[in-house]
C-alpha cells in the first residue's frame, strides 16, 4: 500500500486535529456557546415562511455571497457604516483564516492575549507567523503594559482582540483595545464573536480606522449551523481579502436563512434579551458560593474556577451536562470550566449540581 504521508508538512503532521465533541442527544450541550433552542421556535408562520424559502431557494446554482442581498441585510440590522466594507465568511472561522493570509509575510508577528480564541494561534502556525501570546492578569483583564510593550518589540503586523474573550467571558476596558489599535502600526482585528451580549462595540468605527478590521459571527446568536461570519472595514484592507477569500464561501441556504432572520431581528434580540437575563441570573447565584469564583461575563457563557475541574466535569457528564473543561489548556485556567448560558431549565440544572457539591448546609444562612 504507497503512503502519502511523507508529502504531508511536518508541522501539520505533528499537530492534532481540532475536537468537536462527540455528544449524545440527550445531552445538555453547553460547551460551545450555542443557543438553546432553534431561532424561530415558537414562531409558526415565521417557520412557514422559512420551509417555503428553502424549497425555492436555487441550489441548483452557485451562490453569489456579495449580490445575495446578506450584506444589505447585515448592514441595516447591525448599523454598520456606510464607509465600511464588508466582507462574508463560512463563519468567522474562515475569515480568521484569510486574514492571517493576507498579512503572513515571512517573518512577520501576530499578537493575542491568552488565554484567548484557540484559533488565532493555530492559523499563526498555519501561515507561517510568529506568535506573540501575551499573557492577561490572573483576573483575566488585559495586561495592557504588557501587551503595549510587545507592540512596540514584535511590531506585529496582525493583532487579534476578543471582545469579549474567549474562553475567559471577560470583556477588556474599551480605552485599553483603543490604545492597541492606535500603537499599532498593523492591522488589529476586534473579534466580537460574542458582541451581541455585550453592550459595547467597535462596529461604529469599523471603516472609519485604517487599521481596525470587526469581526463578527451570527453563530452565538442562534445559528452556528448556518456558519455565517462578516468582517467591517476599510474598503482598502477588504478589497485585499475579497482578492483571497473563495468566490462560493457561502450556501444558498444559509443565505436565504440568514437575510429572513435579520428581517425578524426582533425575534433574534429577544433570544439575546432572555440569555443576557439568564447569564445575570446565573452569576448572582454562583456568587453566592463561596467555595467557587465565577468570572464577570459580556458573553453567552460564564468561566468559573472550582476546588477540582474535574470532578464537577465528571459529574455534569454523568448528569447529561456537557460544559467545556479548560482545566490543562493554559496555566492561567487552572481548575477553571466554561459553561454555556442554556435555557433557564438547562441553567437550573446547572446551579443545582454545583451547589450539591460545593455548598455546605451554612451558605445559606
Ligand atoms: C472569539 C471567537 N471568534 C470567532 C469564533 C468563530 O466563530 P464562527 O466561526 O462560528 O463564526 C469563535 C467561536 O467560538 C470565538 O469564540
Known amino acids: 500500500m504507497k503512503s502519502v504521508r511523507h508529502l504531508i508538512r511536518d508541522d501539520i503532521r505533528a499537530m492534532s486535529a481540532y475536537q468537536i465533541a462527540d455528544v449524545p442527544p440527550s445531552f445538555a450541550k453547553l460547551d460551545a456557546m450555542e443557543s438553546p433552542a432553534h431561532p424561530f421556535e ?21 451562490p453569489d455571497p456579495a449580490k445575495s442581498g446578506l ?37 512577520a508577528a501576530m499578537l493575542a492575549a491568552e488565554p484567548g480564541f484557540v484559533m488565532y494561534r493555530h ?10 501570546g501575551i499573557p492577561l492578569n490572573g483576573d483575566f483583564t488585559l495586561n495592557l503594559p504588557a501587551v503595549l510593550e ?34 499599532s502600526d498593523g492591522i488589529v482585528v476586534v473579534d466580537e464573536a460574542y458582541g451581541a451580549f455585550n453592550g459595547d462595540s467597535f462596529l461604529p468605527q469599523a471603516g472609519r480606522i485604517p487599521n481596525l478590521i470587526v469581526l463578527r459571527t451570527l453563530s452565538k446568536i442562534g445559528f452556528a449551523g448556518l456558519r455565517i461570519g462578516y468582517a467591517a472595514s476599510c474598503p482598502e484592507v477588504i478589497g485585499e481579502l475579497q482578492k483571497i477569500l473563495p468566490p462560493y464561501n457561502m450556501n ?11 428581517q425578524h431581528y426582533g425575534i433574534i434580540s429577544a433570544n439575546i434579551d432572555s440569555l443576557k437575563n439568564e447569564r445575570e441570573r446565573m452569576f448572582a447565584e454562583l456568587g453566592k458560593i463561596c467555595r467557587l469564583n465565577a468570572f464577570p461575563s459580556q458573553a453567552n457563557f460564564i468561566t468559573i474556577r472550582v476546588p477540582d475541574a474535574d470532578l464537577l466535569f465528571d459529574t455534569f457528564k454523568q448528569n447529561r451536562i456537557l460544559v467545556k473543561k479548560l482545566h490543562g489548556a493554559h496555566p492561567l485556567l487552572e481548575h477553571c470550566l466554561r459553561i454555556t448560558v442554556g435555557s433557564p431549565a438547562q441553567n437550573d440544572a446547572v446551579l443545582d449540581i454545583i451547589r450539591q457539591l460545593y455548598c455546605q448546609p451554612t451558605d445559606f444562612l
Not at 444558498?252 to 435579520?262: C, E, G, I, R, Y
Request: proline share 5%.
Open 42 to 62: 415558537g414562531h409558526e408562520a415565521l417557520m412557514r415562511e422559512w420551509r417555503a424559502q428553502l424549497a425555492s431557494a436555487p441550489i441548483h446554482l452557485y
Open 71 to 107: 450584506q444589505e441585510a447585515l448592514r441595516s440590522a447591525f448599523d454598520i457604516p456606510d464607509c465600511a466594507a464588508v466582507a462574508l465568511g463560512n463563519g468567522s472561522d474562515e475569515l480568521i483564516q484569510f486574514i492571517t493570509m493576507l498579512t503572513a509575510k515571512p517573518g
Open 123 to 132: 492559523n499563526a502556525a498555519l501561515y507561517g507567523m510568529d506568535y506573540v
Open 150 to 183: 510587545a507592540v512596540r518589540k514584535h511590531r506585529p503586523a496582525l493583532t487579534f482582540i476578543a471582545y469579549p474573550n474567549n474562553p475567559t467571558g471577560v470583556c477588556f476596558a474599551r480605552a485599553e483595545i483603543e490604545a492597541v489599535i492606535e500603537a
Open 252 to 262: 444558498q441556504l444559509s443565505l436565504t436563512t440568514a437575510k429572513l432572520a435579520l
